[in-house]
T-cell receptor, first 114, second 111 residues
């Protein structure tokens, strides 16, 4: 199993550009989520999904869109990038069955918005 | 609002036990305590979780007080590779509940 795969690993955008951060997992996990981490800070939850066709907002959803058309994929879209979205983005997944709890994280996508 | 309180930073001598405390005084009956760590800029790594009994695995031990209002993560023989930010998280039993991270404790293991 590859686990959780994020692409791209690095990206530089100009203000106003749009892009999609890709996240794929091959563990048949129902639950997937996106976090952002700013320098010296903890992780903040952007959006999450408990299954295909279901998404919900986390702590900092503004400026980001998500969709979950398949179990495997959970892309994060930035519609109009802003410098405040410069961050490291982590995707994570887990089984939804009660009590398992263990989140598996990707290696992160480092985004710079100029 | 943060559900857990952790010290900002701690030091530990290499080879000694590292004891990382966490307060979660508002924990409810069906919430678990989870510990993750983040080494440098890598993705967080799961360590251990528990409900009310003490738990042990190959990485660490988790001691939860009887009233469940606090817990301690123990790394029995800390190495330099254990230097990381450690996050204590309270989460509902249902796998539908998102994991919300606080600021964690930065553990520095010193040679």
């Amino acid at each position: 199993n590859a686990g959780v795969t994020q692409t791209p690993k690095f990206q530089v955008l100009k203000t106003g550009q749009s892009m999609t951060l890709q996240c794929a997992q091959d563990m048949n996990h129902e639950y997937m989520s996106w976090y952002r981490q700013d320098p010296g800070m903890g992780l903040r939850l952007i959006h999450y999904s408990v299954g295909a066709g279901i998404t919900d907002q986390g702590e900092v959803p503004n400026g980001y869109n998500v969709s979950r058309s398949t179990t495997e994929d959970f892309p994060l879209r930035l519609l109009s990038a802003a410098p405040s979205q410069t961050s490291v983005y982590f995707c994570a997944s887990s089984r939804r069955t009660s009590g398992s709890g263990e989140l598996f994280f990707g290696e992160g996508s480092r985004l710079t918005v100029l | 609002d943060a559900k857990t309180t952790q010290p900002t930073s701690m030091d530990c001598a290499e080879g000694r036990a590292a004891n990382l405390p966490c307060n979660h005084s508002t924990i409810s009956g069906n919430e678990y305590v989870y510990w993750y760590r983040q080494i440098h800029s890598q993705g967080p790594q799961y360590i251990i979780h528990g409900l009310k009994n003490n738990e042990t695995n190959e990485m660490a031990s988790l001691i939860i007080t009887e009233d469940r209002k606090s817990s301690t993560l123990i790394l029995p023989h800390a190495t330099l590779r254990d230097t990381a930010v450690y996050y204590c998280i309270v989460r509902g039993y249902s796998g539908n509940t998102p994991l919300v991270f606080g600021k964690g404790t930065r553990l520095s293991v010193i040679a």
